[in-house]
């Protein structure tokens, strides 16, 4: 099982990015996938989860509104798509298998290496 997260970089605060998670290893279709995101000093948080049945998505307060997560599973692939961003926003960014409507970190088994989002003010 690998999951691969790339798509980060610097941008100025009210920019877009768009984060790609590619699976490998696994039936993508079969499983939610979430993104949680990390800044320094700070605990990991969870950002946003897709779910695999009904594509159902839930955010954490902080990007409603702002983000959007969607899959391509005959990519093999999840997306989030982050507009208006803040500086608040700047952390290492991880996909990961698994997740619910809590966005807890324990719900997920596998996880991504990671990819940098900083946000200039």
């Known amino acids: 099982v690998q999951l691969q997260a790339s798509g980060g970089g610097l941008v100025e605060t009210g920019g877009s990015l768009r984060l790609s998670c590619k699976a490998s290893?696994?039936?993508?279709?079969?499983?939610?996938i979430a993104w949680f995101r990390q800044a320094p000093g700070k605990e990991r948080e969870g950002v946003s989860c897709?779910?695999?049945?009904?594509?159902?998505?839930y955010y954490a307060d902080s990007v409603k509104g702002r983000f959007a997560i969607s899959r391509d599973n005959a990519k093999n692939t999840v997306y989030l798509q982050m507009n208006s961003l803040k500086p608040e926003d700047t952390a290492i960014y991880y996909c990961?298998?698994?997740?619910?409507?809590?966005?807890?970190?324990?719900?997920?088994?596998?996880w991504g290496q990671g990819t940098q989002v900083t946000v200039s003010s």
């Open positions: 897709i779910m695999s049945s009904h594509g159902r998505t």
């Open positions: 290893g696994f039936t993508l279709d079969y499983y939610p």
């Open positions: 990961a298998r698994e997740c619910g409507s809590h966005l807890s970190e324990y719900e997920s088994d596998y």
